[in-house]
């Protein structure tokens, strides 16, 4: 389930098509702690997201994310995902060749207790950091927040996709940084194949509500709020670092 948190988090980081070769830095909070770092690099080659646990939290959940997406000179694309929580170590990973996931080490049948995955879930699907790059960062996001792509992270196949959220804050106040919002959206989880069958239900009921706002002339997201086991999440935008 903590994975399905953290694609949340990455999809929606990437917004804009003249944002490559950029660094983005964001702080979440839970009851006012500080409890994840997160930075994620964009070029035209390879995508990659660090995620790590930050202050106190650290000494009862300590884990670290991370998730890459890169292509080779044939254009194929490689994915990795790897989270290291406590003592425990999880990775997906697969190829795409001529814009065909290789099924070699795809697991289509995980068991009775999970929706199988069919070829036909895997004809239309891209990795999360590339759907992040096609959909957000086509610049064509706006209020109306109605697009959507079906995904695979090397373990489920979902879709995510992003529907209209009345703004609820007119700046967003972050240390020495004030942002003025634009539009915001909701962020939405939708279980395809792969998953644990009794777990669809509450898989389907993540959300993720993102803020946009102008940045150095760009719309990015500057804010986010969710609930995890009924704890209230914030994220803020911390630095934007740029070659």
Known sequence: MFKKFLILLI???????????????YQV???????????????????????VSEGLTGYFVNFKNIIQTSFDKKNNLNYYFNLQKNNEVKIYQFKK??????????????????KNIKKINLSRVVDPLSAAKLILFSNNLNSKCNIDQDIYDGDDVFNIYLTKKSKNY???????????????????????AGHKIKREKKLNSRYLD?????VNGKIIPVYFETKLK??????????????
């Open 97 to 114: 060749i001529n814009n065909e996931i290789n099924l070699k080490n795809v697991k289509l049948n995980k068991g009775k207790d999970y």
């Open 11 to 25: 999809f929606i980081f990437f917004q804009n098509s003249n944002l490559y070769s950029s660094e983005f830095r």
């Open 210 to 214: 993102v803020y946009f706002a102008k």
């Open 29 to 51: 909070f839970g009851l006012n702690i500080n409890f994840l770092k997160l930075k994620i690099n964009i070029n035209k080659k390879k995508i990659y997201s660090i995620i």
């Open 170 to 192: 007119l700046f967003i106040n972050y240390k020495n940084n004030r942002y003025k919002i634009l539009f915001s959206c909701r962020l939405r989880y939708k279980a395809v």
């Open 230 to 243: 009924l704890i209230p999440l914030k994220m803020y935008l911390s630095t934007v670092l740029k070659p």
